[in-house]
Each structure stands twice: as structure tokens, then as C-alpha cells.
């Protein structure tokens, strides 16, 4: 069955997929269906994308040079010359996909990357993501920031982003010049965001009151690490939990709860306290809606050597000890999933793209090529054999283009 024009690309992609599991095999007629299907979808997802080059002079459309950058990040790519050997190495493939005689030079996607217009690819890449099917479990999403180490030699990336703790997906990004930029970073990212019913994590970059009154304005809820230039609150916290260790925790109208963990050499201890009882909190106006109070204390024993950390945060939310470690926890999803699989799968810091917009417009495609096999796989443990399936097998690349249109995530 080839490509039936009257047919969505969602519906054929019902088609395709419901045929290929009564089948053992992934023909190369079922790979051709699937990729015009994908080819009409990505017009769709990219249609405010503008192509910077020249009109008088584009032997390959934007489409078709999108396609040949995403499967050669698929397929273990990492850098413009990656990009450039595969499309060279897979010129029968995208010939037969693409229809395209030659493959590009090096310039072509050196050039691309360098002017595409990286605000507009982000959107497009958010967009796409959002119109993913949600689970019924409430959004946690965890907001973070990342440099760009390879480029920042040469340039100041630093990524915000905005990461679904439940079902492991990027939801947005934005650039900020730099790690202090962050501040004002983070309400532009969280604009780009439906809050309804989400608790949002953040680290003690986003404690401020605009962040916390954003946040709610926009029916959300918030778990947000204190720190030090909030100095009034961070103190005043600091005292009351040293205080309420001495006369017991019960005494205070504190709740406690405890864990242990032991593996790999070390012992991890870590105490949650909670107070929902704020009336002493003299700055409590200022920060919107503020109900808890919560302290966090992780001992780490490796032989003989024993640490010990104390961590702060506020939250809208009454939480009970338990409920409030869980989100907490939740937050370094975001370094484990996200910033951990680019920098080992996609070798996002050795990259030493630092040339105009380049550096933003890979890190939106390798997000959106990780976001396809966090799809394929319902995780991102796999990432790195996935790529060198999609390297080694053209049929395999096509299949994880094929998995953005599936239903149920």
C-alpha cells in the first residue's frame, strides 16, 4: 500500500503502524509511506520556521534538510560534520525518501545551522511536544539551567528548560546569556507553559516572588529551594529548624519522615521536615500563598567518612514529609534525564559548534531527536544502542520518525 493522498498523515501513520505489528519485517514500501507521511507532518510542525537562505538559490528545500539533520542525529550524529558524512553515506536513502540527486556539502549545513533563526526552531520543537497525548497523573515539571560547554569557549550558552518529571519529556527551552540570566529566563519559559494543576520544581535561581506570583497566576503550584540573597526568609527558616531540633520536632507542630538507602559502597540518610504552621514568619506576605516550610537533611557515609547537607524550600502546597521528599527528589530528573543523556548519548558538551545561532539550533534538534526515542522507548535508558540501530539499519531511523505520531506516549 503506498501513500494515500486522502488519507491525514495521522490516519496513514494508523494505518502504517496497525500493519507493521502483523509483520516481522519493516518493508521498503512501508518505509517510503511512512516517511511522506512524516515529510507532510514536519511542513506542518516547522510552517513558521523561516528558511534563511536565499530564494534563487536552494537546491534542497528546508524540509528535506531538516529530515537529513534529524536522522543523522538519530543515527549517532553529534556535529556538523556527522551531519554531513551521513547525508553523504545515506545519499540511496534519501534519494529514494527525499527525492534529491546529490547530497548537500558541508557548507549547505554549516550555513543552515549557523542563520536558522533558533527562537522559532524552539517553538516549533515546543509546539510539537505539547501536542503530545497527556497521562491523567498531575504534571510535575522540573525547570533548570545548562551551559553549552564546548560552545561557551567560544560563545555564553546557557539553556533554561522546562522538564516533565512524570513522563520524562522536555516541554520548552529558552536561551540565557548566561547562568545569571536565569532570573529573567524563567518567567519567559514559564509564559510559554499551561501551569493548570502543575507543581513546578525549581532550584534556588527561580526564588523569587515574581517567579512564586507567575506561578500562581497561572493555577499553578510551586516547590522552590531557598537561597542566599533571599536573606530575610533563608535565615529566618534557617533559625526556626535549628530551634525546633533542639525542643523536638512534635513540640514545634513539625511532621518528620525518614529514609535509608544502601548500595554501591555508601549509606544515604535523609530526614524531611515540614511546618505548615507560618504565623511567625514575619516576610510570609511577600511570597504568594506560601503554606510550607520544608528542610531537607542528606548524611552520605562512604567507610569511614560521614557528610551531611541541609537544604531549604518553600512551597504553596501542604505537603506531608513524604509527598514533599518525592518532588524534591523529582527535581534531579531534569540532570538525569535530560542534561546526563545530552552530554553522554549526544556528546552535547564536546560539541564545539560556536558559530551564530548553531549551537541553539543543534542542542532544539537533539532534543527533539532524543524526545522520539524517549517515545520509542518509554524511557531514555536505551538511547545509545537505539542510535547505532538507526545507524546500522536506514529502516530503523525511518521507524523512530515514525513513533512522533503514535498515540498514547
Request: net charge neutral.
Amino acid at each position: 500500500m503506498l501513500y494515500n493522498a486522502t488519507l491525514t498523515p495521522l490516519k496513514h501513520m494508523e494505518v502504517i503502524m496497525a500493519r507493521k505489528k502483523t509483520k516481522e519485517f519493516y518493508s521498503e514500501i512501508d518505509q517510503i509511506a511512512d516517511s511522506e507521511a512524516f515529510l507532510e507532518s514536519i511542513h506542518k510542525g516547522f510552517f513558521d520556521v523561516e528558511d534563511p537562505r536565499v530564494q534563487d538559490n536552494q537546491s534542497y528545500s528546508l524540509v528535506s534538510l531538516l529530515v537529513m539533520i534529524l536522522c543523522a542525529i538519530l543515527a549517532g550524529g553529534n556535529t556538523i560534520l556527522d551531519i554531513y558524512d551521513y547525508a553523504h553515506l545515506k545519499l540511496k536513502m534519501f534519494q529514494r525518501i527525499l527525492k534529491i540527486e546529490e547530497a548537500p556539502s558541508y557548507n549547505v549545513f554549516w550555513w543552515l545551522l549557523t542563520r536558522l533563526n533558533p527562537r522559532q526552531l524552539e517553538n516549533s520543537l515546543v509546539r510539537w511536544i505539547q501536542l503530545l497525548p497527556e497521562k491523567e497523573k498531575k504534571k510535575l515539571i522540573s525547570i533548570d539551567g545548562k551551559h553549552i560547554r564546548g560552545a561557551a569557549r567560544n560563545a555564553k550558552i546557557h539553556l533554561v528548560s522546562a522538564w516533565d518529571s512524570n513522563r520524562s519529556l522536555l516541554l520548552g527551552q529558552i536561551k540565557a546569556k548566561e547562568k545569571s540570566n536565569e532570573i529573567t529566563a524563567i518567567p519567559e519559559l514559564l509564559d510559554s507553559l499551561d501551569l493548570t494543576n502543575a507543581t513546578i520544581t525549581i532550584d534556588a535561581a527561580g526564588c523569587q516572588t515574581e517567579i512564586v506570583e507567575k506561578i500562581r497566576d497561572g493555577k499553578g503550584d510551586y516547590v522552590i529551594a531557598l537561597k542566599g540573597n533571599q536573606g530575610t526568609l533563608q535565615e529566618e527558616a534557617k533559625n526556626f529548624f535549628t530551634q525546633v531540633r533542639d525542643v523536638g520536632y512534635q513540640e514545634a507542630d513539625c511532621r518528620t519522615a525518614s529514609s535509608l538507602e544502601k548500595g554501591h559502597g555508601r549509606i544515604e540518610e535523609r530526614e524531611v521536615v515540614v511546618t505548615h504552621q507560618l504565623d511567625w514568619l514575619d516576610c510570609k506576605s511577600k511570597w504568594k500563598d506560601l503554606t510550607s516550610l520544608i528542610e531537607v537533611t542528606s548524611r552520605r557515609t562512604i567507610g569511614e567518612k560521614t557528610t551531611e547537607e541541609r537544604r531549604l524550600y518553600i512551597s504553596n502546597l501542604e505537603l506531608t514529609p513524604e509527598r514533599a521528599g518525592e518532588i524534591i527528589r523529582s527535581h534531579w530528573s531534569i540532570e538525569n534525564r535530560l542534561h546526563w543523556n545530552m552530554d553522554v548519548n549526544f556528546g552535547e558538551d564536546a560539541s564545539l559548534a560556536s558559530t551564530g545561532n548553531a549551537p541553539e539550533n543543534l542542542a532544539s534538534l537533539r532534543r527533539l531527536a532524543s524526545t522520539m526515542i524517549r517515545i520509542d522507548l518509554g524511557g531514555v535508558l536505551g538511547t545509545a544502542q537505539r542510535r547505532r540501530q538507526a545507524a546500522w539499519d536506514d529502516s530503523w531511523t525511518l521507524r523512530l520518525l515514525s513513533r512522533i505520531f503514535e498515540v498514547g506516549v
